[in-house]
């Protein structure tokens, strides 16, 4: 064992050591986050939620400069497949490093660009495979959906777009106009024009107020009647953005029959469809691709996170028909991360080979079932959704009402809780509208021991919740 992998890999050790948030910071964490909070900007998110100081890491679990070790069902915001430090991933980057390898090489070809190609056509549906063109953009999703919506203009000769109310894209004045969430953006002009924002199917806030198959028809009726209508004040648009479950807007998963239906309006109007996978892809849905379960296939996807191994990396990948656009169209200085190339390809193949996709599948029912017990017990706990390991559960107030007929959402509960589960050495994150959907993304390897450990926190923090 190297010095390296020593350092990193003490997973039994940290199991064990496995204690949650102490009450007394030690002064050198205390340091570091007073600097932070005065030197950083005021933009910063996670640390006022999360504030620790973290200095170790491997597979599940993180350790922070206090010595005391957390469970990550974070991960990186969805990023870490495999969780942190894995094996296949090391290796791939020591290899790399060691080769002498360029590590900047903005669009120019390598043998590990090439093979990080490969790899990623392997993982996409057949059909669309056999006609894929690639896009390297700069080192975030944001920009693949900035791509996506270049080409799509240009193909088109057209400029509106149809996103979805929930939705979320990035934090680009671009992406932020197709975004639902009001507030990155309430401050901002020069938001993107021609984005017609229409409503996104939700088994538990519909908002046509109907319930199942009646709601998915509504759904499609009004999609139908607003691109057909003459006077319905929307001309043919460049493309339609969707998340086949939305990640930030709450973890709130599209049915089945609702993106066939939305799928086939689209191609009977000639509307290219850009499914947003930057945080659902890659197996954590129970499939490769959360858009698979539908049986669907899209015209542009875009990819970040989990395809660079933990490494900044993005792609945007469409149907050949689509590359009118010319050299130079779209680029980016950091396109050519050789390292985040060479991380992705070992993440992709390991995923493949251990059908990570079908652990997730089994896991994410494990989990749920958990978070359905929480909901029998605890009149607080309004919903539970999600697929794979990609889960939500959204905290309501059961005395007060909303306008779509169930009880309103609870954003201090939520916090509260997020809270008591850190204290108990669980990171997790909210989401979803007022910040109330308790949000689980936990790496796509986690074992049946670590979800019974997961599922434990989860209960004594809802008790303690209970008994404040």
């Known amino acids: 064992m190297n010095a390296f992998s020593a350092v990193l890999s003490p997973v039994e050790e940290m199991k064990r050591r496995h204690t949650g948030l102490s009450k007394l910071y030690s002064l050198e964490t205390n340091a570091i986050l007073e600097r932070q909070s005065q030197q ?27 010595g005391q070790v957390f469970i990550d069902c974070l991960a990186g915001a969805g990023t870490l497949a495999l969780g942190h430090n894995h094996p296949v991933v090391i290796e791939a980057l020591q290899k790399a490093l060691a080769s002498g390898l360029p590590l900047h090489t903005l669009d120019l070809s390598t043998p590990v660009k090439d093979a990080f190609v490969q790899e990623l056509m392997s993982c996409l549906p057949s059909e669309f495979a056999a006609k894929a063109r690639i896009q390297f953009c700069g080192p975030s999703g944001a920009d ?33 106009s197709l975004s639902g969430n009001l507030g990155p953006k309430s401050a901002l002009g020069g938001l993107l024009a021609g984005v017609q924002f229409l409503p996104y199917p939700s088994e538990y806030r519909c908002p046509f107020g109907e319930q199942g198959e009646r709601s998915i028809d509504l759904n499609l009726r009004y999609l139908s009647q607003l691109l057909e209508d003459p006077q319905g004040g929307i001309a043919q648009p460049a493309a339609m953005i969707l998340e086949a479950i939305q990640g930030e807007g709450g973890v709130v998963p599209a049915p089945d029959t609702w993106l066939q239906g939305v799928r086939a309006l689209t191609e009977a109007y000639g509307i290219p469809l850009i499914l947003d996978e930057i945080q659902s892809g890659i197996g954590r849905s129970g499939k490769m691709f959360a858009f698979e379960h539908s049986g669907i296939t899209p015209d542009v996807i875009t990819l970040s996170k989990a395809i660079g191994g933990g490494l900044p990396l993005a792609v945007t990948l469409y149907r050949e028909e689509l590359d009118q656009w010319q050299p130079g169209a779209h680029a980016g200085t950091f396109r ?61 107030d059961p005395a007060k009402p909303s306008s779509d007929g169930n009880p309103a959402t609870d954003s201090a509960r939520a916090s509260a809780f997020q809270r008591a589960c850190l204290e108990r050495g669980l990171i997790l994150e909210l989401g979803g509208r007022h910040g109330a959907t308790v949000r689980l993304l936990p790496p796509l390897n986690i074992s049946d021991k670590e979800l019974n450990h997961v599922t434990q926190i989860l209960y004594c923090a809802a008790s303690s919740l209970d008994r404040a």
Do not use: C
């Open 40 to 66: 950083e900007s005021n933009a910063r998110s996670y640390p006022r939620r999360i504030p620790l100081v973290l200095e170790r890491a491997h597979g599940i679990y993180v350790e922070d400069s206090r």
């Open 144 to 176: 693949a959906v900035e791509a996506a919506l270049k080409l799509t203009r240009t193909a088109t000769a057209r400029h509106g777009v149809l996103a979805f109310q929930g939705g979320y894209h990035g934090m680009t004045l671009g992406t932020l």
């Open 336 to 396: 050519g991360n050789q390292l985040a190339m060479a991380a992705g390809t070992a993440t992709l193949r390991h995923v493949k080979q251990e059908r990570l996709d079908l652990r997730a599948e089994a896991a994410g029912r494990q989990l749920k079932k958990a978070l359905l017990d929480l909901q029998s017990e605890f009149g607080w706990v309004g919903h539970v959704r999600g697929r794979g390991l990609m889960l939500g559960m959204e905290i309501i």
